[in-house]
């Protein structure tokens, strides 16, 4: 088992975008796609793709990185422009193609909900390729605190996706063991047909759930017997603080937002 | 009130209708001790450690900390005074990292961060692993988990630590490197340490012995007297080490020592002596 193996996309680095506290990058990225929605000129896109794409560099992730990530939608992307190139019919015609017109306001259209998406996708995947799963479990844990007065369980939550996060690569492992002692055994993940290949995979599963369940009971024990009795009176010794450069960040995107509405039609 | 562990006459059963786990179980385990409980599978041993800290409560008898005997009310006292390290290492790695699980029990018991971030530190040069702080812990041995787990109880200061098996999942290097930790941790604090197994060769440093069978304690004493009764201990199941059998041989051929060799180099020592004294 690789020994840096990582969970999900994260990337670990240290430019400015990584140092920031992850509820910095979140608030950020939530009002990010607020505004998007409200650019309607040429200028307002402009300014928010260039500090869409400005970040995205700055935080000196491989561009090859930031690319996969976009690679599920992409598809999507290119699908959006074409469904309203071809099948909206707005403006005047700009000219013929193979006999199809294309008209104006469909290409306008199409091109900037295209962006839209892009830039939202773009934008939202620098969250996880700089920011560890568990600051983000964190920061979640410290943005959703004032919902505790609703009775919603933020503390829960939050160990909930700290733990899952923990046993994963524990898990992996074992599915990993479990999957060659089957097979040393005789069963066949590789050939056959897809459902000879699927039934296959039942005998990984069921002992892999065993053992999760196992692995819950012992877990759970363990917490009790180190006094663990739910998230009243509890104290973190991850802490999350926010930095001149976290204030700097909110001011300079301030700005940013101001600069979008400003130029707005 | 007397600072100690009490058992009296504490029978257990984990379904009414099933035969007793532990039958009329009555002992103590005074402060500063180190109390080795060994016996084979089934002998009731990791119920009694369940017993000490309130994750099991016993069906007649009490348990009792310090003389206040352990019910629902005072569990989560009786948890910071009594910490337990189990015997899988996996399962009770609760943190993403060494730092954060070393901290876990102390969060719960709203422990200042500032104080845990020194405490931490302090409690990992205790167990010799000052480098790994940020490890996670699939990049750890199972040995290395254990001593992380000790770390954790110890950063809570308890005044009791159970190891309920600690060694069983761990190769001998990693077996190796617990008990040295274990010995150096009470070697210089006033910990009482009780340390729960079925491997013989475990016991050669504790002070006292109890042997459980069947739910019943079979014998009490120090090492040297259990590696006395070798016979028995065969009998009830438990792998009787090497020295203590070669004693065993040579004494059928009219060879006794003058005391109960408990490992390799006290056998030496006591050849030396024969031979010298001859």
Redesign the interface.
């Known amino acids: 088992?690789n020994?840096s193996?990582i969970i999900g996309q994260y990337v670990p680095g240290n430019s400015l975008i990584h140092r920031l506290d992850p509820r910095t990058k979140i608030l950020v990225i939530f009002f990010f796609v607020i505004v998007v929605f409200f650019a309607n000129s040429v200028w307002s896109y402009g300014i928010l793709t260039a500090f869409a794409v400005g970040t995205a560099l700055a935080t000196r992730v491989p561009l090859s990185f930031v690319a996969k990530g976009l690679k599920p939608v992409w598809f999507l992307i290119i699908f959006t422009f074409l469904l309203h190139l071809f099948v909206s019919r707005q403006g005047d015609i700009l000219f013929t193609l193979l006999g199809f017109p294309f008209y104006e306001e469909s290409l306008i259209q199409g091109g900037t909900l295209s962006l839209r998406f892009f830039l939202l996708i773009l934008f939202t995947s620098l969250l996880t390729l700089t920011t560890s799963p568990?600051e983000i479990t964190d920061a979640i844990e410290a943005l959703l605190h004032p919902l505790k007065k609703l009775r919603f369980p933020v503390h829960e939550l939050a160990l909930m996706m700290?733990?899952s996060?923990?046993f994963i690569?524990?898990l992996m492992?074992e599915a990993e063991k479990i999957s060659k002692a089957q097979a040393s055994r005789g069963v066949d993940f590789r050939t056959g047909s897809l459902k000879d290949r699927m039934s296959a995979i039942i005998p990984l599963l069921i002992p892999l759930f065993v053992s999760a369940f196992?692995?819950a009971e012992?877990?759970a024990?363990?917490?009790?017997?180190?006094?663990?009795?739910g998230g009243e009176?509890?104290?973190?010794?991850?802490?999350l603080v926010f930095y001149r450069k976290d204030y700097f960040v909110f001011f300079f995107f301030l700005m940013i937002v101001a600069a979008t509405i400003g130029t707005r039609m | 009130m007397r600072e100690r562990i009490d058992f009296s006459d504490v029978t257990f059963r984990y379904q009414e209708d099933a035969p007793p786990v532990l039958k009329d179980v009555d002992f103590f385990i005074d402060k500063g001790e180190w109390v080795a409980i060994i016996g084979h599978n089934g002998s009731g041993k990791s119920t009694i450690a369940k017993l000490m800290?309130g994750?099991l409560f016993a069906e007649s008898g009490d348990v009792s900390v310090d003389g206040s005997v352990i019910h629902t009310d005072n569990v989560?006292e009786i948890?910071?005074k009594v910490?337990?390290v189990?015997q899988?290492p996996?399962?009770?790695?609760?943190?993403?990292?060494v730092?954060?699980d070393i901290?876990?029990?102390?969060?719960?018991?709203?422990?200042?961060?500032e104080v845990?971030?020194e405490k931490?530190a302090e409690v990992l040069r205790d167990v010799q692993m000052e480098s790994y702080e940020e490890h996670?812990?699939?990049?750890l041995s199972g040995g290395q988990k254990q001593r992380v787990a000790i770390a954790?109880?110890l950063a809570?200061a308890p005044d009791y630590m159970v190891l309920d098996e600690a060694t069983a999942m761990l190769d001998p290097k990693g077996r190796q490197d617990i008990l040295e930790t274990v010995r150096e941790v009470q070697e210089h604090s006033d910990l009482t340490l009780i340390t729960i197994t079925h491997d013989l060769r475990e016991i050669v440093a504790a002070d006292r012995v109890i042997v459980m069978n069947e739910g019943e304690v079979w014998f009490e004493g120090t090492p040297r007297e259990v590696f006395a009764h070798k016979d028995a201990l065969s009998t009830i199941g438990l792998d009787v080490p090497f020295v203590a059998k070669l004693t065993q041989e040579m004494k059928k051929h009219g060879i006794s020592f003058d005391r109960e060799p408990l490992n390799h180099e006290e056998m030496v020592e006591e050849l030396w002596n024969l031979h010298s004294t001859k």
């Open positions: 088992m020994n193996m568990i700290s733990i996060l923990r690569p524990t492992q196992k692995r012992e877990l024990m363990a917490m009790e017997a180190r006094g663990y009795q009176g509890r104290t973190k010794i991850r802490a | 800290n994750l989560w948890r910071k910490g337990m189990f899988n996996d399962n009770q790695f609760v943190g993403t990292t730092r954060d901290a876990f029990g102390m969060e719960n018991h709203g422990v200042p961060r845990m971030l931490v996670e812990p699939h990049r954790g109880v809570v």
